[in-house]
């Protein structure tokens, strides 16, 4: 068992446990350039793991040095890659490792290296780990709802240790605090479309769009909840512009706003063109001027009026 | 002076410091004496791709010397065929392609036992087409686009399933026409860039809704006209390149307004040291100085070599890999 983190910071060189060791310095290649000035415990800390690395030495004070190393820099993965093989034949706490990876997270929450670790724990410890896993990674995203490596861990665990039964809620909880937040709008599409609780896309689709029209009625100018409009009826475009309930939500804001949409066209040469959505997409071209080419684009693509 | 085609006027816009920027990378590259570049040292092989393309596009190249850099990177190559992102490191994915790509920018991509390393990303190719970054098994698009750029560079694309490895792609392309670092993930612009740069490079582009994702990405774009990487967040100068390469890789770049972008870029510039920032205002680094280069090379700043969308190498760079020496 590992001993606490906390070994004081004492150099290593004066440690009677590393008195065998010769730690070994950076090479810089066959060319070296300028002399490095280093940090001096990160400098001695390194040397000692490179000495270590290099003889391969797969005992408890190699796993202690590199959670010192990790804690240093936990952005160099080669660390993380002698810990694992470290681990194994110590056949290590692997629930302490889950605490030791979460205290480095706190800072660190966007760190490749330390995701992939975590994953490669849980992976050892199975189901048994679930729940602690989704209360962590809520936790997370409690301090960054979008952290993308959080929600990729998220999914993965939904997906090999399962625990979907709260997902729907938990996307519905986050986009009540937010409903501008992207990734909760993708997990509920991932939510709907893969829980094995929920019957798919076709079963949920009703419900589905009820929840949405009311998302874009509340703000319509969010583009999360038209797009996700759109990715419910992924391959039956038909249905959806047959949909009365999202028609009607579609022309609603159109016909009561037309007023402001004519406020908005300051052209004095130029008549508003009859046809609706011409003239938004004209309005458009002027107003968000940074997209001007697209709303050129999508008016020539529509269809001629009658 | 106007450029007719693009409506650029010196006098309206800042400039590029460019000398500012050769210094700042050099300073860099030599004398790593700040404790910053030490916690990097496990990706300098990254960081060698950024600041050499920086410079090349810069017409700079011949700054720094060839030889000491190709021997340092050799000797970064394992024996599994993968190169470490530094001496005393494990082999990657990741540092296999920056070490390839600076190889192809010195034009010495003959010092490689192609099959060596071509063997070693074969290995990494999974069942379902995916690929891993390296013997502990991440999978990841990023990976996919690592694997496809680099094979491609060695002219060796046809050693992997290709098919599979298209597959495997598009099986992250999301409701939104963009795709995310595995399926079901979140449309991201740096994943979205990894996705259709895989594909433009093996030839199926035709899988990818150019006009749903043409749209999603041009509203990458903010009202400072620097662009996010998606919905609801921050702009940042390295998305001026994922969004940007992406946009003309299909074809829609002209749905961005690319002078406000210019700006935007221009206007993360440290004038006084050097180098590039993600924000107007924040602490430059290598990686972002490199993706407002780039960026400002696709958006065809004057003064800038050309850069391949595709491959992030100058196009003289490509052109002479696929075209002759």
Known sequence: MESSEDDGGEPLSRLA?????????????PNPVAPIAYKEEFRETMDYFRAIYKADERSPRALRLTRRAIHLNPGNYTVWHFRRLVLEPLNSDLDEE??????????????????????????RLGTNVRAKELHLIKSILSLDAKNYHAWSHRQWVLQALGGWEDELDYCQQLLEEDIFNNSAWNQRYFVVTRSPFLGGLTAMRASEVRYTVEAILANPNNECPWRYLRGLYKDDIESLVNNHEISSVCLKPCQEFRDAVVALWTSDSLPLDPDLATAICGILEHVDSMRASYWIWRKNKLPVAA | MADASFGFSTLQMGELAIGKHVQYILSVEKKKDSFESVVMDHLRMNGAYWGLTTLDLLGKLDSVNADEVISWIMTCQHESGGFSGNIGHDPHILYTLSAVQVLALFNKLDV???????????GLQNEDGSFSGDMWGEVDT?????????????????????????????????????????????????????????????????????????????????KSGGLNGRPEKLPDVCYSWWVLSSLIMIDRVHWIDKEKLVKFILDCQDLENGGISDRPDDAVDVFHTYFGVAGLSLLEYPGLKAIDPAYALPVNVVNRIFFGR
């Not at chain 1, 446990?17 to 290649?29: A, I, K, N, S």
């Not at chain 2, 036992?113 to 074969?122: E, G, L, P, R, S």
């Not at chain 2, 491609?152 to 046809?158: G, N, V, W």
């Open chain 1, 98 to 123: 889950l605490d030791f990876i979460q205290r480095i997270a706190n800072s660190n929450s966007k760190n490749y290296q330390l995701w992939h670790h975590r994953r490669w724990v849980v992976e």
């Open chain 2, 142 to 222: 990023r990976f996919s686009y690592i694997a496809i750029c680099c094979l491609s560079i060695l002219r060796c694309l046809d050693k992997i399933n290709v098919e599979k490895a298209v597959s495997y792609i598009l099986s992250c392309k999301n409701l939104d026409g963009g795709f995310g670092c595995t399926p079901g993930g979140e449309s991201h612009a740096g994943q979205i860039f990894c996705c259709v740069g895989a594909l433009a490079i093996m030839g199926s582009l035709h899988h990818v809704d150019k006009d749903l994702l043409g749209w999603w990405l041009c509203e990458r774009q903010v």
């Open chain 2, 112 to 122: 490689l036992d192609i099959d060596k390393v071509a063997t070693y990303i074969t």
């Open chain 1, 17 to 29: 446990e590393w008195r065998d060791v010769t730690p070994l310095p950076q090479d810089d290649g």
